[in-house]
């Protein structure tokens, strides 16, 4: 079973960068590059939302609004890696972030980044914006 843990979480100030990094592992019947993987967060009370996905080779990615032009997301299949690389944070991104990873046959990337489209969950890392 596919394993995935996020890292790179953490406080930071408004106007801040971080990087969040995801790694995988477990490979079974599919490699890495048999995924496609998105960034999605929540915060209490709400639902979880996307924020960025990527297709199996990165060529095709999906933005939320909010991410657009600000967060980039990437990844190294070579290294079991996805990234998203967060700028110009702002206090309403503070979330707990989430990676994800579905079979890349059963989705496509470019109609959206919608967490009901994912089934490998990793277990979180906090990011917190200060104003």
């Known amino acids: 079973q596919l394993q995935l843990v996020e890292s790179g979480g953490g406080l930071v100030k408004t106007g801040g960068s971080l990087r969040l990094s995801c790694t995988a592992s477990?490979?079974?019947?599919?490699?890495?590059?048999?995924?496609?993987m998105g960034w999605f967060r929540q915060v209490p009370g709400k639902e979880r939302e996307g924020v960025a996905c990527?297709?199996?080779?990165?060529?095709?990615?999906s933005y939320a609004d909010s991410a657009k032009g600000r967060f980039i997301i990437s990844r190294d299949n070579a290294k079991n890696f996805v990234y998203l690389q967060m700028n110009s944070l702002k206090p309403e991104d503070t979330a707990s972030y989430y990676c994800?990873?579905?079979?890349?046959?059963?989705?496509?990337?470019?109609?959206?980044?919608?967490?009901?489209?994912?089934?490998?969950w990793g277990q979180g890392t906090l990011v917190a914006v200060s104003s």
């Open positions: 990527i297709n199996w080779k990165g060529g095709v990615q």
């Open positions: 477990g490979f079974s019947e599919l490699a890495f590059d048999d995924y496609a």
């Open positions: 994800a990873a579905v079979d890349e046959d059963k989705i496509w990337v470019s109609a959206g980044c919608e967490a009901r489209d994912y089934n490998i």
